[in-house]
């Protein structure tokens, strides 16, 4: 069960993020209205949730779940795959301060995102991916360790981040779409499976027995709402154009 959520405010410069998608660029005050419906939606599920103040340095920064790994006995503060956003992580350390002691930090040459990183029960799965690299997994996995977690890596081919088409949505159940269909690393857990004309949709997050989806996306509602899960949609359309989802919006823990 989640207690808290970090989120950071969106900035005006949010037009400047990182996109490789070409649905053009996002509106900044459509953008924090759907942020501020998304907070509604945590708290809706039982989370408190605190804003963090937009960060106009960083046009990303939003993106906040990239910048750590929280779980319930340690912190890890990422180090981003990019550098236009390698500095947000450093300003994710005072407020976790509020609730973890000594943060364990990813150290170059190592990168890891938060992004490619999925806890299932005891065990983090980490996507090796254009942000993440092999340095980055082998330090978190060091990290995890030391206070009783196991770690694997999982070898992208096409999508961004672990969670852009993938999620656990608990009792060994996860949500997938494109190349996590077939992976070896999940075929012992349920599949709900997403078609590719609903694949964003993937990137979805549950919160203490609901589970949060974009908005637009009737066949996944149906198939979450089958397999026993109240949902939640929120429309998150501005964040796509940044190639951002649900999951990227917070840091839950």
Known sequence: MFKNALVRIPCRKISDGISSSGPGLPDYRIALKQ?????????????????????????????IEDTAVLTEKCAVICRPGVSSRRGEEQKIITPLGEFYDNPELIEHPGTLEGGDVLRIGDHFFVGLSSRTNREG??????????????ASPVKLKEALHLKTGLAYLENGEILVTGEFR???????????????????SANCIWVNGRVIIPEGYPRTREKIEQAGYPVKS??????????????CLSLRF
């Open 137 to 150: 997994f082998i330090q978190l996995e060091r990290i995890l360790k030391k206070y009783g977690f196991t």
């Open 182 to 200: 077939k992976k070896e690393e999940f075929q012992k857990f349920k599949k709900i499976e997403i078609g590719e004309d609903e694949s964003y």
């Open 35 to 63: 942020h501020q419906q998304y907070v509604a939606a945590l708290e809706k599920c039982g989370v408190r949730v605190y804003a963090l103040p937009p960060d106009e340095q960083y046009p990303d920064s939003t993106f």
């Open 234 to 247: 929120v429309d998150v359309s501005e964040f796509r154009k940044l190639d951002g989802g649900v999951s």
